[in-house]
């Protein structure tokens, strides 16, 4: 895999994680949680990917890994992908990628 500093956008997504009250935790280490049944496996999306929008501490949509969205007359969306991002194998991600999520995987 390539280095992060390789896979980053030309404008990564920075929060102000003091501005939330929080710190940064430390890079690597292993994720263990216990999936006891079949149905909690739902929770592992949680955990392993990145959206296009998230919501902030106060449930206002923001861009995740868009660089800006808009939304007009509430059913229209507009996304804009962050230039040079990447997925983690240095592959570019491109709004064909989406496209075949959103039309055709099954």
Request: with cysteine; proline share 7%.
């Amino acid at each position: 895999m390539p280095p992060v500093a390789e896979r980053l956008p030309k404008t990564p997504r920075v929060l102000n994680l003091s501005r939330m009250g929080r710190e940064a935790g430390t890079f690597g280490g292993d994720l263990r949680m216990m999936i006891g049944g079949q149905r909690d496996i739902r929770y592992i999306p949680i955990f392993c990917y990145n959206r296009l929008v998230s919501y902030n501490e106060h449930f206002k949509l923001e861009a995740d890994i868009l660089e800006s969205f808009e939304v007009e007359n509430e059913r229209i969306f507009t996304f804009r992908i962050r230039e040079g991002h990447k997925w983690s194998d240095g592959e570019p991600f491109t709004s064909e990628d989406f496209r075949y999520v959103w039309q055709d995987a099954p």
